[in-house]
């Protein structure tokens, strides 16, 4: 019996498409984040708040990725932010091709930051480089402290995570010390932020680290 391994080249041809990527947006000056998470963690309600804070400081646009439905895409054209749907297919995931195409079409060279709110969970959007400048994940403190566990690959890929809903801690048993360690035992260079996007708490360590990040690229 003769075994075929076919996930090395065809991992291989993403990652290619994912470097060209990211050759092209910094060529361009344009900062990429790749914000991935379990469905109902909050990633619009915090990409709002982030873009809230950021204050006009640079010229913006965000890519909602969903399997169907246009309803993040529509939240954000509400709060007057430049964004595009992007329908997945029925894939789990966006990957290199996909983000490329979305790129092109959303003409990214027009914008400083971009954000890709990748589709709804901790598993396929992990192991998918899409050719972002940087991955953030976001974890919710109903989740559980954890997540990293379990999930161990989303949080070996992130350069920052975000706890989000910390105004909630009064309800649920999260166990800060435990999830900062768990992440660290993972990935000892990723930064960690608490912070609520409903309130704000937390948001300044949050923009000054993405602020750095960009300028750096942009530069």
Sequence with gaps: MKV???????????????????????????????????????????????????????????????????????????AGVASIQVHTGGECAMDAEMTAQAIEEFQTSQYDLLFLENVGNLVCPAETDTGASRNVAILSIPEGDDKPLKYPLMFEVCQAVLINKIDTREYFDFDDEAVISHIHDLNPDAKIFFVSAKTGEGFDEWIAWLTAQVDAWNA
């Design 4 to 78: 075929i391994e076919v996930h090395q080249s065809v991992y291989a041809i993403n990652d290619a498409i994912a470097e060209e990527t990211r050759r092209k947006l910094k060529e361009d000056k344009t900062f990429m984040v790749n914000l991935m998470a379990s469905p109902g963690a909050g990633k619009t309600t915090t990409l709002l708040k982030t873009i809230e804070k950021l204050n006009g400081k640079y010229k913006i646009g965000v890519m909602e990725a969903d399997i169907d439905a246009t309803v993040d895409a529509e939240t954000m054209a509400d």
